[in-house]
């Protein structure tokens, strides 16, 4: 986490913002507290997309989206205001890396992580779809590794798949290459057996510390997608199996998540993830960093940086009242309901988005 700098704003509706998580081509990532102490990741988008009437019908999509996908394994919308001068969406927040830097720092995860990994990822894909949602680009970079298990982040670019609440414009290619369905690819229509070989892609990387798919351009990459087999290097057995199931060209020959799930765990993921799913290094790392969060009460961090000169609308969220507010104990009550209830066992972890 960076610290603000002076241009940045200190606060973003009823968040105090303590540091800087991540930036992209599409706006910021901060860090942030509400009043009663609960820790939020904040996606700010640039100002100038503010200015963008059709950008801000678009955000406004994607936010009414994404708050309908919660429960476990998934990340919550906590609060959002797509009307604001420049517009902000928070999710709950979560100490973990993600699988990308996970793999980048101690190599490929043993096979009962990738077990608990591929049930809990398949499981939130099928609360997903049974929304009459896809996510669309389920990558490592978009799963967070906790000690209560995996988490799928990221539903910015998620679609309904009635074709009624298109989140991007005609031609614009959405996903990331390598890990995108062949369909996907050639604007054939996407559905959640897209989602399936993603994960598929997802689940090789975890397990040999290389994607099933490599080239060193983009346009090679997707080439290798339509045309090519996997390349599974070490992937054995029963796992090879379903990963090859779920990278199959033809949609109609992959598994369904809710299938994927029982295969992989069939006493359910909160099974595998409660007898220990981390590795050892990774349990440590993690514990770490939720000590770094915890200090940041005890320094103050973000508590005198100035305002800069990003200006917001009043907060989606009403003032806490004697019914409930944070402080209370009871839920604070939003524009958009109730702050989700966390499944029993999760220790209160949460998500932050994506850096955009």
Same mark, same amino acid.
């Given at each position: 986490?960076?610290?603000?700098?002076?241009?940045?704003?200190?606060?973003?509706?009823?968040?105090?913002?303590?540091?800087?998580?991540?930036?992209?081509?599409?706006?910021?990532?901060?860090?942030?507290?509400?009043?009663?102490?609960?820790?939020?990741?904040?996606?700010?988008?640039?100002?100038?997309?503010?200015?963008?009437?059709?950008?801000?019908?678009?955000?406004?999509?994607? *936010?009414?989206? %994404?708050?309908?996908? @919660?429960?476990?394994? #998934? !990340?919550? &919308?906590? =609060?959002?205001? $797509?009307?604001?001068?420049?517009?902000? *969406?928070?999710? %709950?927040?979560?100490? @973990?890396?993600?699988? #990308? !830097?996970? &793999?980048? =720092?101690?190599? $490929?995860?043993?096979?009962?992580?990738?077990?608990?990994?591929?049930?809990?990822?398949?499981?939130?894909? #099928? !609360?997903?779809?049974?929304?009459?949602?896809?996510?669309?680009?389920?990558?490592?970079?978009?799963?967070?590794?906790?000690?209560?298990?995996?988490?799928?982040?990221?539903?910015?670019?998620?679609?309904?798949?009635?074709?009624?609440?298109?989140?991007?414009?005609?031609?614009?290619?959405?996903?990331?290459?390598?890990?995108?369905?062949?369909?996907?690819?050639?604007?054939?229509?996407?559905?959640?057996?897209?989602?399936?070989?993603?994960?598929?892609?997802?689940?090789?990387?975890?397990?040999?510390?290389?994607?099933?798919?490599?080239?060193?351009?983009?346009?090679?990459?997707?080439?290798?997608?339509?045309?090519?087999?996997?390349?599974?290097?070490?992937?054995?057995?029963?796992?090879?199996?379903?990963?090859?199931?779920?990278?199959?060209?033809?949609?109609?020959?992959?598994?369904?998540?809710?299938?994927?799930?029982?295969?992989?765990?069939?006493?359910?993921?909160?099974?595998?993830?409660?007898?220990?799913?981390?590795?050892?290094?990774?349990?440590?790392?993690?514990?770490?960093?939720?000590?770094?969060?915890?200090?940041?009460?005890?320094?103050?961090?973000?508590?005198?940086?100035?305002?800069?000169?990003?200006?917001?609308?009043?907060?989606?969220?009403?003032?806490?009242?004697?019914?409930?507010?944070?402080?209370?104990?009871?839920?604070?009550?939003?524009?958009?309901?109730?702050?989700?209830?966390?499944?029993?066992?999760?220790?209160?972890?949460?998500?932050?988005?994506?850096?955009?």
């Amino acid at each position: 986490m960076q610290p603000l700098d002076v241009d940045e704003p200190a606060a973003v509706g009823p968040y105090r913002l303590l540091g800087r998580l991540g930036s992209g081509g599409m706006g910021r990532v901060y860090l942030g507290r509400s009043a009663g102490g609960r820790t939020v990741a904040v996606k700010i988008v640039h100002p100038h997309f503010a200015l963008d009437e059709e950008f801000r019908a678009r955000f406004r999509r994607e *936010v009414e989206a %994404a708050r309908r996908v @919660g429960g476990a394994w #998934t !990340a919550p &919308v906590l =609060d959002a205001d $797509p009307e604001a001068r420049v517009p902000w *969406v928070a999710t %709950a927040y979560a100490a @973990g890396p993600s699988l #990308t !830097a996970a &793999v980048a =720092d101690g190599g $490929p995860m043993p096979v009962h992580t990738v077990r608990a990994l591929g049930a809990g990822l398949a499981e939130a894909l #099928t !609360a997903v779809h049974e929304l009459g949602l896809v996510h669309r680009d389920v990558k490592p970079s978009n799963v967070l590794l906790t000690l209560d298990g995996p988490l799928l982040i990221d539903f910015g670019i998620a679609r309904a798949t009635d074709g009624t609440a298109s989140l991007t414009s005609t031609g614009v290619s959405i996903g990331s290459p390598g890990y995108m369905a062949p369909e996907q690819i050639l604007g054939k229509g996407v559905t959640g057996a897209s989602d399936v070989f993603s994960l598929g892609a997802v689940l090789t990387f975890a397990a040999t510390g290389e994607p099933p798919f490599r080239g060193d351009s983009s346009a090679a990459l997707l080439y290798k997608v339509v045309h090519e087999e996997p390349e599974l290097g070490a992937l054995d057995g029963h796992l090879r199996e379903l990963a090859a199931a779920c990278l199959a060209k033809d949609p109609a020959a992959r598994p369904d998540p809710a299938e994927l799930a029982r295969r992989l765990a069939p006493d359910g993921a909160a099974r595998l993830v409660a007898g220990g799913w981390l590795p050892g290094a990774l349990v440590e790392q993690v514990s770490r960093s939720a000590v770094r969060l915890l200090n940041l009460d005890a320094t103050g961090a973000g508590a005198d940086v100035a305002s800069g000169p990003v200006g917001f609308s009043s907060p989606a969220v009403r003032p806490p009242d004697t019914a409930g507010g944070e402080g209370s104990g009871a839920p604070t009550v939003g524009e958009f309901g109730p702050a989700p209830v966390m499944p029993a066992g999760t220790g209160g972890a949460v998500v932050p988005p994506r850096p955009v």
